[in-house]
Nanobody, 124 residues
């Protein structure tokens, strides 16, 4: 699976942004998907995950209620809708894929495939 993230940009605090991650291949629906982010000087951290069908989602506490992960298996795409953005959301955002959807969904090293990242900058 090859992943291509897009949709990042420079926004002001309180604004919204939607990230997309397009996947190649016919087996997209057999992969659980996740979004992670990495700020300068910090470790990559979990943001959100979605199950194969999209029926189950999971969020980091820091984004719960503000971000929404979803997927469209017909378009081989996973989305991250980000509302009420804060300066602390500034980071490079990565999408990732793995076969299993379980408690390991929050750990970067449990994912098999990664996109190239898209920069999100939130100014105050």
């Amino acid at each position: 699976v090859q992943l291509q993230a897009s949709g990042g940009g420079l926004v002001q605090a309180g604004d919204s942004l939607r990230l997309s991650c397009a996947a190649s291949g016919r087996t997209f629906s057999s992969y659980a998907m996740g979004w992670f982010r990495q700020a300068p000087g910090k470790e990559r951290e979990f943001v959100a995950a979605v199950s194969w069908s999209g029926s189950s989602t999971y969020y980091a506490d820091s984004v719960k209620g503000r971000f929404t992960i979803s997927r469209d298996n017909a378009k081989n795409t996973v989305y991250l809708q980000m509302n009420s953005l804060k300066p602390e959301d500034t980071a490079v955002y990565y999408c990732a894929a793995r076969k299993i959807y379980d408690s390991g969904r929050t750990y970067p090293n449990r994912y098999d495939y990664w996109g190239q990242g898209t920069q999100v900058t939130v100014s105050s």
